[in-house]
């Protein structure tokens, strides 16, 4: 697997004035589905903060199902098995992985499950606490 997307790169896909929109839309594009791929957890990430957004960012839950839809149909969805839950967990817990970090963590653990030549992400400094197998691979867009 060639790019493992997390979901800060996903987020601004779909938001044509996002800072990060045209950076993160390109990798989403650029890859045939076999060479990219994210965690099955940013699906509902994803929809989650589209759908809680402010104001005129916020979407209806027909069209956060809409941009889950086109998620599905362009990227490789990667999950873990229960088993793989737990050694995750155990792993991360054991160096301190607090709180919502856990989730990055999670996603670290599904790209390197796909074997991503690169995790990119917008969000470095979680993704920088996750060892060497992680940093090796981390990239922004």
């Known amino acids: 697997m060639k790019a493992f997307l997390d979901t800060s ?10 800072v990060h929109h045209a950076a993160s839309l390109d990798l989403f594009t650029r890859f045939p589905k076999k060479d990219v ?3 099955a957890h940013s699906l509902l990430e994803v929809y989650a903060t589209l759908t809680r957004m402010p104001g005129k960012y916020r979407i209806s839950s027909e069209q956060g199902m809409l941009f889950i839809t086109n998620i599905r149909e ?3 969805i990667v999950s873990l098995s ?8 155990q792993k991360f ?3 301190g992985i607090v709180g919502g970090t856990i989730y990055d963590a999670f996603l670290a653990t599904c790209a390197l499950k796909a074997k991503a ?3 990119f992400t917008w ?8 060892g060497p197998d992680v940093t090796r691979i981390l990239k922004t867009p």
């Open 123 to 130: 969000n470095t400094r979680h993704y920088g606490q996750f």
């Open 82 to 89: 229960a088993d793989e839950y737990g050694d995750m967990l």
């Open 93 to 95: 817990t054991s160096i």
């Open 37 to 39: 791929c994210c965690g």
């Open 117 to 119: 030549e690169t995790l």
């Open 74 to 76: 362009r990227l490789t």
């Open 9 to 18: 790169v996903l987020v601004p896909v779909f938001y044509g004035d996002h």
